[in-house]
Every structure is written in C-alpha cells, then in structure tokens.
C-alpha cells in the first residue's frame, strides 16, 4: 500500500506562484504515473496534469503555460509548480498514483487527502 501526503498549499495573492509537493511513501516501487487532480467549490474533482515514470508529461489544456509538473523519483515526490495564479485557481489539489492512462481520463487508484489553495483578488 502506498500513502500520499501533499504539502505546500496556502494562501496566495492573484498574479503569485506556488509550489505545491507530494511525497509518496510505503510500497512505492510500482509507482508509475503520479498526477493531480484538483476540487474547486461547487464543482467536480478535475485533472490537472500527470506525468510518467520517464517524465512524459499531460497536461490540461487550459494549464499548459501557467503550471508545470516535474517529479523527482529519488524521493518519490511529485511537485506542481503555479504561477500566474487567480481565484479561478482556488480548490483542494490531490496527488494521485497507480493511474492508469496519462490523460485526462486517467483512473487512479492511490489518492492524498489534498492540499488547500486559496488565491485571493
């Protein structure tokens, strides 16, 4: 079994960058895609971006150019890099592995309990 922990949410002021981490520990030698999802209020959980093992990328087209993802498998840690962020942006963000497409569609069956992001006006 595997457990995930994001860390580095908060508050932030529209226009400003965050980085947000997750660390996945336990039985992490089948880790393969780990990806992020994300729960605004009022709305459905959406798909953020993933990326594999060997560092293909998928993002959400809306993202591409303001977040970025990158992962260090050393530490089996995958982080989410924010910049330009506005309120639009404010949601619950959730780290998720053992997916299995790269996509969008992606089924992942490992999941944090999130990470608060709040931009403010």
């Known amino acids: 079994q595997v457990q995930l922990v994001e860390s580095g949410g908060g508050l932030v002021q529209a226009g400003g960058s965050l980085r947000i981490s997750c660390v996945a520990s336990?039985?992490?030698?089948?880790?393969?895609?780990m990806a992020w999802f994300r729960q605004a209020p009022g709305k459905e959980r959406e798909f953020v971006a993933a990326?594999?093992?060997?560092?293909?990328?998928y993002f959400t087209d809306s993202l591409k150019g303001r977040f970025t993802i990158s992962r260090d498998n050393a530490k089996a840690t995958v982080f989410l890099h924010m910049n330009s962020l506005g309120p639009e942006d404010t949601a619950v963000y959730y780290c998720a592995t053992h997916c299995d497409d790269l996509g969008p569609a992606t089924k992942c069956q490992s999941w944090g309990r999130g990470t608060q992001v709040t931009v403010t006006s």
């Open positions: 990326i594999s093992g060997t560092a293909r990328i």
């Open positions: 336990g039985h992490t030698g089948d880790i393969y895609t």
